[in-house]
């Protein structure tokens, strides 16, 4: 129980345990409380269309985690590019909330979060990527793996503009 007096459980499965079996035990346990609201959390590798079926129906409410920097179209890219501000939470991180198909039976909804410190992070980790790269380019007559270049057919030019 939450200080807010908001019941709470957790359930831990092993990893080949079926995502059927994992709703319909939840169900059984939970049906033990007689509540009357429930919002399953999952980890992104509940994820899927037919696992958001059955959350919708055998719970009503359900949030999954989801990386969404996946693919060039699709929900998850339409859900990215939605215009919209973010808010700045106090612990620094960005919310947007984002809605798809509003009013269907596919609607779902996401929360887009941005963190500043994970950004700055990849945003190191790229410099060094490219700096290392163009060390290299530099060197062209010096030994190293063949892995290095087995698809270079031509000079190569670094573009520091990229993002």
């Given amino acids: 129980m939450t200080r807010q007096g908001i019941p709470l459980r957790c ?16 169900k059984e346990d939970l049906g033990e ?13 509940f994820n899927s269309a037919d696992n958001r079926r059955i959350l919708l129906q055998e719970c009503g409410d359900y ?3 989801e990386k969404l920097k996946v693919g060039r179209e699709g929900t998850i890219v339409e859900a990215l590019h939605r215009k919209g ?21 596919t609607e779902r909804r996401f929360i887009i979060v941005k963190n500043p410190e994970a950004k700055a992070r990849e945003l190191l980790i790229r410099v060094q990527i490219v700096e290392t790269t163009t060390k290299k380019l530099e060197e ?24």
């Fill in 85 to 105: 501000r973010f808010r700045r939470l106090e612990n620094g991180l960005e919310i947007k909330d984002v809605l798809i198909d509003e009013g269907k039976a």
């Fill in 33 to 45: 409380w007689n509540l009357g609201h429930v919002i399953m959390v999952e980890d992104a590798g």
């Fill in 11 to 26: 359930w831990v499965f092993p990893g080949n345990t079926s995502d059927q079996t994992i709703v319909e035990q939840v």
């Fill in 140 to 163: 062209p007559n010096k030994k190293h793996s063949s892995m290095l270049c087995k698809h270079v057919i031509s000079n190569l030019t670094i573009n520091n503009q990229a993002p």
């Fill in 63 to 65: 949030i999954i985690g």
